[in-house]
């Protein structure tokens, strides 16, 4: 039989520095965003996170759901991981700002690891200045991350960085061919070593291969991973052979993310553009539906300051990172879907959180939505009668009896029906 666990249970007894950093500085936490199970991908214990700009794809990940946030104007700002691509992939996908800072730049204390060497914090925003703003308040020495340091950075605003005198190039093709399955694989096995030993492994959700990579992991012998830093010292040096006497760089936003996070060169990520969507099968072609396309801004190590200010002036004279997402146009097709009889069958097979009836392009927010209020209302309700139905539901749940549980959700809204006045 195999272990179970509660991931809503699953907490850090800590706060991290990040989050102590930005409390201090005044910022309120309002959520907890979804991260891409084992900060791979947008597929997490509660779903797929979708973007705001065309609901029938995933946001991509890990960060997305703070990618997604912050598209939706959910949320101000967000923070983000990254070990391979992690912010900038889910900012490109969605149209937001997401600064991949320089590894050490900004304390990981008490965030989730993937992998030691590569781990990197960074924000996701709307635009170029909100980033900065923050990579200023979290940036620095972090006492529980011994790969941070204190490094000065110029001031973006004040004028002492000219854009105008800076050398910038435009890399237009993949000039590195690398790839990091040595490094983030044996670092990522190390960290969720306890995690496949106790068969937790088999509550897995995820819908790529991460897993198999994780047990294959282990069997990389410690040779094969001290020969792949070597090479990837090498990587650096060829790097920045080739980066000698610029101040910046561009690319598009995915090309040089692997290995600019292998020789960890910071990269901040902004919309140029937005084009047509991948339509789901039946849409007409005027859905409202966008493709966020995106540039990348990179940087020497620690040279965040610099791309921050270039990557400022760009949109002080574009908009696209002042666009929003047809949040408020859904297309007749998708509403047919948003139907209370839908909603009462997938609840009736205990299917929540809710998947599509009829594949990924059929899914509904406002299906979700209903499903989990409901299933919220029919929690309150439960914890405000007596332990022993509370006890007696949780059993009819570990039995699987869909017809006693239905019988004892029905009993707990009519309870609730007559109780309402009483609580509130």
């Not at 620095?140 to 005198?165: A, E, R, W």
């Amino acid at each position: 039989m195999k272990p179970v666990i509660n991931p809503r249970l699953a907490v850090i007894p800590f706060e991290s520095t990040v989050y102590r950093l930005l409390t201090a500085a005044g910022a309120v936490l309002i959520a907890k965003l979804a991260s891409g199970e084992l900060a791979t991908g947008s597929q997490w214990w509660g779903g797929n996170v979708r973007t705001p700009w065309n609901i029938a794809t995933g946001a991509s990940g890990s960060s997305a759901g703070p990618a997604a946030a912050v598209a939706a104007g959910l949320v101000a700002f967000s923070v983000g991981t990254e070990t391979a691509g992690s912010i900038i992939e889910p900012s490109a996908t969605n149209g937001v700002t997401g600064l991949r800072p320089t590894h050490g730049a900004i304390g990981r204390s008490y965030c989730m690891a993937l992998a030691q060497t590569m781990d990197k914090v960074g924000p996701l925003t709307r635009s170029v200045a909100d980033a900065a703003l923050l990579f200023d308040v979290l940036r620095g020495k972090d006492p529980n991350d011994q790969d941070t340091c204190n490094v000065k950075h110029p001031d973006p605003f004040s004028g002492s960085i000219s854009v105008s005198n800076m050398t910038v190039g435009y890399i237009n093709t993949t000039l590195f061919n690398a790839d990091i399955p040595v490094i983030k694989g044996v670092e990522a096995a190390a960290y969720f070593d306890n995690w496949m030993r106790s068969g937790l492994l088999a509550n897995s959700t995820s819908q790529i291969d991460t897993v198999p990579v994780l047990r294959r992991s282990r069997l990389i012998p410690a040779v094969e991973y001290i020969q792949a830093m070597r090479v990837r010292g090498l990587l650096l040096q060829e790097y920045l052979s080739f980066v000698r006497g610029l101040d910046a760089w561009i690319t598009d936003a995915w090309t040089y993310v692997i290995p600019g996070n292998l020789v960890s060169f910071p990269q901040i990520t902004v919309p140029f553009g937005f084009g047509p969507a991948t339509y789901p099968v039946g849409y007409p072609r005027s859905t409202p539906r966008k493709a966020a396309m995106a540039l990348g801004f990179h940087g020497l190590p620690y040279g965040e300051s610099k791309i921050l200010a270039l990557a400022m002036a760009y949109q002080n004279i574009t908009s696209f990172h002042q666009l929003r997402p047809p949040i408020d146009a859904v297309e007749p097709q998708l509403l047919t879907w948003c139907d209370v009889a839908i909603v009462l069958a997938r609840i009736r097979e205990a299917a929540l959180p809710l998947t599509p009836p009829l594949g990924e392009a059929r899914w509904c927010p406002m299906l979700v939505l209903s499903a989990e209020l409901l299933n919220s209302a029919i929690e309150a309700v439960v914890d405000k009668v007596s332990p022993e139905f509370h006890e007696l539901a949780g059993r009819a749940k570990d039995m699987g009896s869909a017809a006693v549980f239905v019988l004892l959700v029905l009993v707990a809204l009519s309870w609730g029906l007559i109780l309402w006045p009483r609580w509130f």
